[in-house]
C-alpha cells in the first residue's frame, strides 16, 4: 500500500523558516516524481512544487519561487520541502504528492503549516 | 497561467441519481485534465487523468469527457459514498493549476 507522511508542520512567524518532510512507502520511491500541493483553509488545491525522480530538476509556481526549495533523499525515502521567508499567504495544509506525468496519483494526509505572529 | 472554473460549486443530489460536473480551461489544454475526490478523514483520490481514463480502482460509474477548453466529469447513478468535493486539475503545462472544487450534497 502506497503511504505518504508529512511532519514538520506548525506556527511560525511571518519571515520566518519551517521545513516540511515527507515519508513514503509503498512503492520505489526513486521511480517517481513527487511534488507538494498544499490547500488553505477554505479555499481550494495549490500545486507547489514538483521534483524528478533523480532529483535533478525542480519546478515552482512563481507564488514560491525563490522562497521555497523542494528536495528529496532517495536512500532515505524522504522528500522535503524548506520554505523561507514565510508569509500569512503561505497557511494552509501541506500535502506531498506522488506524481506521474504531472497527475498526482497519491496523496498523504497533509500537514498544517500557519504563519501567523 | 491556465485558468481551471468549475462548476457548480455546490450540487444536491440523491443516491441513484446521476450528476455531471464542469470544468473549463482558459486555454486548449488537450485531453490534460484530471478529476480528484476529497472525502474528510481520507486522502485525495485521483479519479481520471488524461480526459477520460479512469485511474486503476475508480468505479465504472465515474467517466470524464472533453477536450480542448470543455471537460465533464459525470457519476451515473450515485452511490452514498460518492458525496465529497471534486476537484479538476489541468496536467497539460506548469503551472499546474486546479479548478475551486464543487461540493457534491445528499438532497
Known amino acids: 500500500e502506497v503511504q505518504l507522511v508529512e511532519t514538520g508542520g506548525g506556527l511560525v512567524q511571518p519571515g520566518r523558516s519551517l521545513k516540511l518532510s515527507c515519508v513514503a512507502s509503498?512503492?520505489?520511491?526513486?521511480?517517481?516524481?513527487m511534488s507538494w500541493t498544499r490547500q488553505a483553509p477554505g479555499k481550494g488545491l495549490e500545486w507547489v512544487a514538483s521534483i524528478t525522480n533523480s532529483g535533478g530538476s525542480t519546478y515552482y509556481p512563481d507564488s514560491v519561487k525563490g522562497r521555497f526549495t523542494i528536495s528529496r533523499d532517495n536512500a532515505q525515502n524522504t522528500l522535503y520541502l524548506q520554505m523561507n521567508s514565510l508569509r500569512s499567504e503561505d497557511t494552509a495544509t501541506y500535502y506531498c504528492?506522488?506524481?506521474?506525468?504531472?497527475?498526482?496519483?497519491?496523496w498523504g494526509q497533509g500537514a498544517s503549516v500557519t504563519v501567523s505572529s | 497561467d491556465v485558468q481551471m472554473t468549475q462548476s457548480p460549486s455546490y450540487l444536491a443530489a440523491s443516491p441513484g441519481e446521476s450528476v455531471s460536473i464542469s470544468c473549463k480551461a482558459s486555454?486548449?489544454?488537450?485531453?490534460?485534465l484530471a478529476w480528484y475526490q476529497e472525502k474528510p478523514g481520507k486522502t485525495n483520490k485521483l479519479l481520471i487523468y488524461s480526459g477520460s481514463t479512469l485511474q486503476s480502482g475508480t468505479p465504472s460509474r465515474f467517466s470524464g469527457s472533453g477536450s480542448g477548453t470543455d471537460f465533464t466529469l459525470t457519476i451515473r447513478s450515485l452511490e452514498p459514498e460518492d458525496f465529497a468535493v471534486y476537484y479538476c486539475?489541468?496536467?497539460?503545462?506548469?503551472?499546474?493549476?486546479f479548478g475551486s472544487g464543487t461540493k457534491l450534497e445528499i438532497k
Open positions: 509503498g512503492f520505489t520511491f526513486n521511480n517517481y516524481w
Open positions: 504528492t506522488r506524481e506521474q506525468l504531472w497527475v498526482m496519483d497519491a
Open positions: 486539475q489541468q496536467h497539460n503545462e506548469y503551472p499546474l493549476t
Open positions: 486555454k486548449s489544454i488537450n485531453t490534460y
